[in-house]
């Protein structure tokens, strides 16, 4: 082969790779209609919107979730606080109780004493539990007033 014939098929595959050049440069100088354009602007608005409205989501449930703790956590103080003092109270009481009892002069005062306790016990019980079930409907109504 010589350098004549050499050169001539170098040109003729130059010459038949050509098509493909030019297509390559028709692309790399191709203009993007502005229908697609627009497309593109929309959807990125859109994917935008979208990231902002989970964003938002996902901090609200959070600010939910945080504000259910603390408040649990709140109304666990109250009932452990409302507890204290129940036995507090009882303590006090009993010790009221005893020391009635040891000035009774009689066992028919002794017995009134006695009686009168346990009906005074009796009656702070019973209050108790119409708070505790005041306490649970209230609670239930907020948490089903919340929950709609």
């Known amino acids: 082969m010589t350098v004549t014939t050499h050169n001539e098929a170098k040109l003729k595959t130059f010459d038949a790779f050509a098509p493909f050049a030019d297509a390559l440069e028709a692309m790399l100088n191709l203009e993007v209609p502005g229908v697609a354009r627009d497309f593109a602007k929309r959807m990125t608005g859109a994917g935008e919107k979208l990231m902002t409205d989970g964003r938002d989501a996902v901090e609200n449930a959070t600010a939910t979730i945080e504000n259910a703790a603390v408040s649990s956590i709140r109304e666990f103080g109250k009932i452990s606080r409302a507890f ?47 708070a505790i079930a005041d306490y649970v409907g209230r609670a239930a109504s907020e948490r089903d007033g919340s929950a709609k």
């Open 84 to 130: 204290q003092t129940a036995l507090h109270q009882d303590a006090a009481a009993l010790l009221a109780g005893l020391s009635h009892l040891s000035a009774a002069a009689s066992p028919t005062d002794a017995f009134r004493l006695q009686s009168d306790y346990v009906r005074g016990r009796g009656d702070v019980a019973v209050e108790r539990v119409k």
